[in-house]
């Protein structure tokens, strides 16, 4: 079983950034994509980014060139860089990893407020 736990966010003013992190525990088999993924109030869950194994990324359009994924393989660990951050970036943060076998798991979710 593969636990997620996501951490960094909090109360941000516009303009501002925050970096999330994520790490994976317990037992865990290879991991391929890893990613963030966010839900507002009121709305469904969204990409964010993501980035595989190798360190291919992709990137939701509303984020582009604001956002940055990175990841340190061996250390089941990914984070996820915001800068330039606006009122609508608020929402709850998840982290995903999906594994070689095609499973996939998420973490709790961490809070993020962008606000003045």
């Known amino acids: 079983q593969v636990q997620l736990v996501e951490s960094g966010g909090g109360l941000v003013q516009p303009g501002g950034s925050l970096r999330l992190s994520c790490k994976a525990s317990?037992?865990?088999?290879?991991?391929?994509?890893m990613g963030w993924y966010r839900q507002a109030p009121g709305k469904e869950r969204e990409l964010a980014a993501t980035?595989?194994?190798?360190?291919?990324?992709n990137y939701a359009d509303s984020v582009k060139g604001r956002f940055t994924i990175s990841r340190d393989t061996p250390k089941n660990t990914v984070w996820l860089q915001m800068n330039s951050l606006k009122p609508e970036d608020t929402a709850v943060y998840y982290c995903?990893?999906?594994?070689?076998?095609?499973?996939?798991?998420w973490g709790e979710g961490t809070l993020v407020t962008v606000s003045s």
């Open positions: 995903k990893a999906d594994t070689v076998y095609y499973t996939n798991y």
């Open positions: 317990g037992i865990i088999p290879s991991l391929n994509v």
């Open positions: 980035i595989t194994r190798g360190g291919v990324t």
